[in-house]
């Protein structure tokens, strides 16, 4: 969420952390001198929104081309033919992530003609994926696996569009030409449809599959 602040016009969006970022900290951080930012007590908000994702459950959200702010239901896009598939790289290359995809993909293939491309988030998650046999599943699936690198996301190599090629990628922006050639288009997703549309080729609901 702090990550994407700029494209809701914010320059910084500090937020509390919860145990599992403290843990992290704990486990990486290059300095143990770090300390929490909070609100004050007094601190006055322009407005406040509340979100109870346990008794209201989002339904899976596709961003179609070229905002990251365009979000609407999988349902309204669904359809739209992909020629790549991408999930990973530092947004949502987790192993959390890979998990998600592979439990999609296990004892299934790609589609013909979609390339599916997984770049986890770091090396660590990697060696984590290869050990568990997570690796194993997406590549028998048909998924090519990459290094640890930005790679397709910024549209540097491993994964870089075409004139007229469609991608529904798990990155965090997908403005004109972000992925490669600017006449490609770019629809952002979670790892799950991701990877559902993967096996259909075209965009796809994950709870369909």
Known sequence: MCNMSVE???KCAPMPINQ????WM????????????????DAEFVDILRFDLHT?????????????TNG???AEVAGVPIDQAFIGSCTNGRIGD??????????KKVHEGVRLIITPASKATYMEALERGIIKILMEAGGIV??????????????????????ISSTNRN??????????RIYLASPATVAASALKGVITDPRRV
Not at 98 to 107: D, F, P, R, S, T
Not at 147 to 160: I, K, P, R
Not at 176 to 184: A, E, F, I, L, N
Request: hydrophobic fraction near 35%; include cysteine; charge should be negative.
């Open 8 to 10: 809701a016009g914010a």
């Open 56 to 68: 209201d459950p989002l339904e899976p959200i596709v961003a179609p081309p070229d905002l990251p």
């Open 26 to 41: 704990e486990d990486y951080a290059p300095t143990k001198k770090w300390k929490e930012v909070t609100s004050d007590d």
């Open 175 to 184: 403005f004109k030409g972000r992925m490669g050639h600017p006449d490609s």
């Open 98 to 107: 890979l998990i998600m995809a592979a439990e999609i993909l296990k004892g």
């Open 72 to 74: 609407k239901p999988v």
């Open 20 to 23: 599992d970022v403290k843990f």
């Open 146 to 167: 990459t290094n640890s690198t930005c790679g397709a996301c910024v549209g540097g190599h491993l994964g870089v569009l075409g004139a007229g090629e469609v991608c």
